[in-house]
């Protein structure tokens, strides 16, 4: 199994993710319902993101913690939806990579989560 090694493979590791994420009983209805993302039009900006945490390219401008402090005020994040979000995309990383570049993807999603979780008060991860 290979590591992360380009843009490419993050969206690879993305449109993997948002199948298992859109269809997901938990936490499906914030993409679907509350942030109703077009997943063509959504994916090269998160790519954007990802490929910054990974590769430091500084493409991404969105500021991620308003986004999610909008979709909280419509619905809440609990502790639970951030649970299985890092579930579903640390799952999703070791199903198609494995190596350092991975590894820090998901150390870089429990971060953001946590610093999201934090920032709009929600209880602490377990």
Known sequence: MKDIHSR?????????????ALNDPSIGSFFTEIAQIDLEAHLPHITDFW?????YTGAYK???????????????????HFERW??????????????EKADLAKTRALSIATVIRVKINTPSLR
């Open 51 to 55: 490929e910054q945490q990974l590769f």
């Open 86 to 99: 890092l579930s579903l995309f640390n799952t999703t990383v070791d199903e198609l990579f494995k190596g």
């Open 8 to 20: 490419e493979d993050i969206t690879l590791l993305l449109r993997n993710f948002y199948q298992k």
């Open 62 to 80: 969105k500021n991620v913690l308003q986004i999610h402090q909008n979709i909280h005020s419509q619905k809440v994040i609990q502790t639970i």
